[in-house]
């Protein structure tokens, strides 16, 4: 995609999932990826296969943050896009303590803030700035039993529409991916019932009758980076297989009908 090779993107929870896959798209595509966890190891591991660097940062201490955006200046002489796929789940709904209310919040939502203040300066020099935030359908829905990771989703929507208005005067644009349900990789060697109860469960939840892959979000963080995107701010992307579009009968047709066909009572009203 056109804008993409040669830019510096930082992307965060690169060590896992959507992140892992965003560092091999984005170095796929040319661009000069540092990636950054909390989850050193496997962060580093999976950097190294794509020729990428590593910075080891928790994204709820400060100095980390620097130390990120310090070494992507350092390595490559500034900063193009800020990808922010780092999550944490920490959640026990009603019961969450305070004090894993405020890691969940710090991670997901201040550590993000955090990192577009620190790296403001150089996104204001790039080229062709783009900061792309993860939300999820979560934000907009209840679900039983957790209260703090679909908060912090509804609060990172709102600030990137607040970047978007904010950060508008300089030319960098900011965007979210919603993803629908996606496919982790542990999922391949799961045994067969789970797999097969994740098939039947992805049918009936979207209306495209499946899972999304890692590639199909990543196609579209890519896009919304490129220049392509040029005119896109503000937006709240849905990669979700039309999963959040679906009504409360989900595929089923018209079921009022169907009861009254059941009942012998015809098909309308009249
Ligand atoms: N996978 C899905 O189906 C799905 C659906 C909707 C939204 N999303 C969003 O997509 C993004 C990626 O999701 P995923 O399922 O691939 O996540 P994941 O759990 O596989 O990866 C998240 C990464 O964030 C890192 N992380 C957690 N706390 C951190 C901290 N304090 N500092 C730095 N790194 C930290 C973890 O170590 C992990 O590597 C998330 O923002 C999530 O909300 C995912």
Redesign the pocket.
């Known amino acids: 995609m056109q804008g993409i090779a040669g830019r510096v993107a930082i992307i965060?929870?690169?060590?896992?999932?959507?992140?892992?896959?965003l560092v091999r798209i984005f170095a796929e595509a040319g661009a000069r990826v540092v990636s950054?966890?909390?989850?050193a190891e496997?962060?580093a591991a999976i950097a190294a296969r794509h020729g990428c660097d590593f910075v080891p940062?928790?994204?709820?201490r400060d100095a980390d943050v620097r130390a990120l955006v310090a070494a992507a200046v350092a390595r490559h002489g500034g900063i193009d896009f800020l990808i922010?796929?780092?999550?944490?789940?920490a959640d026990e709904g009603l019961e969450t303590d305070r004090e894993t209310w405020r890691a969940g919040v710090?991670?997901?939502l201040i550590?993000h803030v955090m990192l577009v203040q620190a790296a403001l300066e150089h996104l204001k020099r790039s080229t062709w700035p783009s900061i792309v935030n993860?939300?999820?359908?979560?934000a907009h829905v209840g679900l039983a039993g957790r209260w703090v990771?679909p908060a912090t989703?509804a609060a990172i929507e709102q600030v990137t529409r607040s970047e978007a208005l904010d950060l508008a005067p300089f030319g960098i644009r900011a965007n979210a991916?919603?993803?629908?349900?996606?496919e982790?990789p542990w999922q391949a060697t799961a045994p067969a019932e789970v797999q097969e109860r994740y098939r039947t469960m992805s049918d009936r939840l979207h209306m495209l009758g499946r899972q999304?892959t890692?590639e199909e979000?990543g196609q579209a963080v890519l896009f919304l980076c490129s220049e392509h995107a040029g005119f896109v701010t503000g937006s709240i992307m849905r990669v979700d297989g039309g999963h959040s579009a679906l009504g409360p009968q989900g595929k089923e047709k018209h079921l009022p009908t169907k009861v009254r066909q059941a009942a012998g009572l015809g098909t309308t009203n009249a």
């Not at 965060?12 to 896959?21: P, V």
């Open positions: 965060t929870g690169g060590a896992s999932g959507i992140g892992a896959g950054a966890d909390i989850a496997a962060g940062t928790d994204l709820r922010n796929a780092a999550a944490s789940y710090d991670a997901n550590g993860f939300t999820s359908e979560s990771y989703k991916v919603m993803p629908g349900w996606t982790k999304g890692i979000v």
